[in-house]
């Protein structure tokens, strides 16, 4: 099995509780649409339909549509449309680069061609934002849910150095609410001398 997105598989991870994401589940405009433009940009297909005029866990009645999408290696996306609703709202104190879902490609040119793509098609996409450990474009999809497509760029060490001081970071920052400066080399370009390439 491959390993995570900045973290190896480990034979631990066969014996947890909780194996993996079975899915995440997201409010949509459309169905159609949202299921047809998932397969025109990032190539993920569509896996099963389900509809139901009240909810299976609770019995009100709320005609739905439910979509699953294929996220690769077994994860799923999910979707729902609920046309009697009002139309999704956003937590208004939450800033919109906050909540997103990032997916994970496999090259630079993966990355790179997809930006492409969306931008040919008047999609605004930010990036390739350059974390150390991987590279990042941002975009929004058609119901406004921000995504991120990420493409791992980790060297030798670095993952090494960033579990020393994780817990150390969280209690600093549980204090101070300022930003710990353990790992600030992610950010400012130091990694390239601190972690070379062999
Ligand atoms: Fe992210």
């Excluded at 150390?132 to 791992?152: T, V």
């Amino acid at each position: 099995m491959a390993g995570g997105v900045i973290r190896p598989y480990t034979e631990e991870d066969a014996m947890a509780l909780i194996q993996k994401i079975h899915h995440a589940a997201y409010r949509c405009k459309d169905a159609l649409e949202t299921a047809r433009w998932y397969e025109k940009y990032l190539g993920m297909k569509l896996i099963l339909s389900i509809a139901e005029d009240q909810v299976p866990s609770t019995k009100e009645p709320d005609p739905y549509m439910h979509i699953f999408l294929d996220a690769g290696s077994g994860n799923v996306l999910a979707f729902f449309e609920l046309p009697t609703r009002p139309p999704m709202g956003h937590d208004p104190n939450t800033p919109a680069w906050t909540q997103h879902l990032a997916l994970e490609v496999a090259s630079m040119e993966d990355l790179l061609a997809t930006k492409e793509r969306l931008e040919a098609d008047g999609i605004e996409v930010i990036g390739p934002v350059d974390h150390a450990l991987f590279q990042s474009i941002y975009f929004f999809d058609p119901n406004g849910h921000r995504l991120e497509l990420a493409c791992n760029t980790l060297r030798p060490g670095m993952l090494e150095a960033l579990d020393e001081v994780k817990w150390e970071m969280l209690e600093e920052w549980s204090k101070t609410k300022k930003a710990p400066k353990h790992a600030r080399w992610m950010h400012d370009g130091r990694y390239k001398e601190m972690f070379p390439l062999a």
